[in-house]
């Protein structure tokens, strides 16, 4: 029993005699090197701020790769402490998954997934603080919009003009239950005078003589996009007053086009594509209710005027420019969801945070429709800053169809069958949400 004992005290003390000296042999290689000591995001706007903190001064190194697309950043002569690694979805439209390590024994690398152009990134040194060294990445707005039109951004960098409309509050406890509450908000008021005049108009026309029946007709289209118009079979139309459609004025965003595709599925398909064929039959069956349709895009190509010259914010600024301008009572912008994982599946609604209840219950009813329709599964119904719900004067939503990069659900989206049934959800959504 002696001797066991013995054995376990000598093997005791040859592992801490081993920890000791690996402790001194590690605090003797990173002695001169710089500790990352944290990372820390931030989202305001159309940007995301990723700020990298370390005791010593340090140097970085960009460069951007693809397949897929993304930004790396590595910090030589550093070591990363535990706390600050990082592995998460940044759930923005300009960045993707951010991804801190270190790479090999000298060297931290930081990797954002991001589409955007030279024109929306940056990465830069930010002095003062209390650390002794900070690396910035800065993804979004870092130019200004289109229309003159420009976002604040942290630190100063960037000057500030602000929008025609007041800026919404920020989001709070006591926001969210007012606007939660049965009170009215003016986007609300100004829906139900529109119902209300809408139904006044039904019933003159059918006390008088009925309208001679006429076909949907395209009022007006441009390069991009365009505006159409549709029309009941006769002002008496039964199916007028059962959706409540007619004289809704809905702009409609296939999300991406031209140079940008958009996320790619495992086989090929690109988001670009499914969210058009979407649309269109979403238009066709929109003015077949009676409804005007505003179409930020009708063919594979960019929105703004500058095509694939534009900054990503000129191209989102580009797509509510066509709304706000049309005075559209809905604003819906379609996608389709990506992740790293193909076994992400599912569909989601999102709304503007801040803005008015009404973007919500849009969000909520398009979400549910969808799934109705084409049988996804639910992510719920999520608040975001997406710079075209959050640009957009008129309830807005944006609505992730499915996931491109889980298989099952990129075949279904790339069907005729998926595409109509999906375009049939999003009218069952719209047709709830205005009854």
């Known amino acids: 029993m002696r001797h066991l004992r013995l054995l376990v005290l000598i093997m005791m003390a040859l592992l801490m005699c081993q920890a000791g000296a690996l402790a001194s042999d590690f605090g003797d290689r990173v002695k001169d090197m710089a500790a990352v000591t944290e990372v820390r995001v931030s989202k305001q706007d159309s940007k995301v701020r990723i700020v990298v903190e370390a005791d010593k001064e340090i140097e970085f190194k960009k460069m951007v790769l693809s397949n897929p697309e993304r930004v790396v950043v590595d910090l030589p002569n550093a070591w990363l402490s535990p706390k600050a690694a990082m592995d998460t979805d940044l759930r923005s439209l ?39 060294c900070r690396i910035v990445l800065d993804f979004g707005d870092l130019s200004g919009s289109s229309e003159g039109r420009k976002i604040k951004l942290p630190d100063d960098r960037t000057e500030v003009k602000k929008p025609s409309a007041p800026a919404p509050a920020p989001v709070t406890d006591e926001v969210e239950r007012e606007m939660a509450s049965s009170g009215k908000d003016e986007k609300q008021e100004k829906q139900e005078k529109q119902q209300e005049s809408s139904k006044k108009e039904s019933g003159k026309q059918e006390s008088g003589k009925k309208e001679t029946s006429k076909k949907y007709v395209k009022v007006e289209e441009t390069p991009s996009g365009g505006v159409f118009e549709g029309s009941g079979k006769d002002s008496g139309d039964e199916l007028d007053e059962i959706t409540g459609l007619k004289g809704k004025k809905i702009a409609i965003d296939p999300g991406h086009g031209g140079s940008d595709s958009g996320a790619i599925g495992p086989t090929g398909v690109m988001e670009k594509n499914i969210t058009l064929k979407v649309a269109m039959e979403l238009k066709n069956l929109l003015v077949a209710e009676g409804a005007t349709v505003y179409m930020t895009r009708t063919k594979d190509t960019e929105v703004s005027p500058k095509k694939s010259r534009a900054t990503d914010v000129e191209e989102l600024q580009a797509r509510c420019d066509i709304a706000n301008a049309k005075d559209a009572d809905i604003f819906i912008s379609i996608h389709m969801d990506s992740f790293t994982n193909d076994a992400a599946k599912g569909t989601t609604g999102y709304y503007y945070g801040s803005g008015s209840k009404m973007s919500r219950l849009l969000a909520d009813k398009v979400r549910q429709g969808v799934i109705d329709q084409i049988g996804t599964s639910s992510r719920g119904t999520q608040s975001c800053n997406f710079y075209v719900v959050k640009h957009t004067d008129m309830p807005a939503t944006l609505v992730e169809l499915a996931f491109i990069s889980n298989r099952a659900e990129e075949k279904l989206l790339h069907s005729e069958a998926g595409v109509k049934k999906a375009a049939q959800g999003i009218l069952d959504g719209i047709e709830d949400y205005f009854n």
């Open 94 to 132: 300009f960045a993707g998954r951010l991804h801190v390590a270190q790479f090999n024994k000298d060297t931290v690398r930081i990797v954002v997934e991001s589409k955007v152009g030279k024109n929306n990134y940056d990465v830069f040194k930010l002095k003062g603080g209390s650390s002794a």
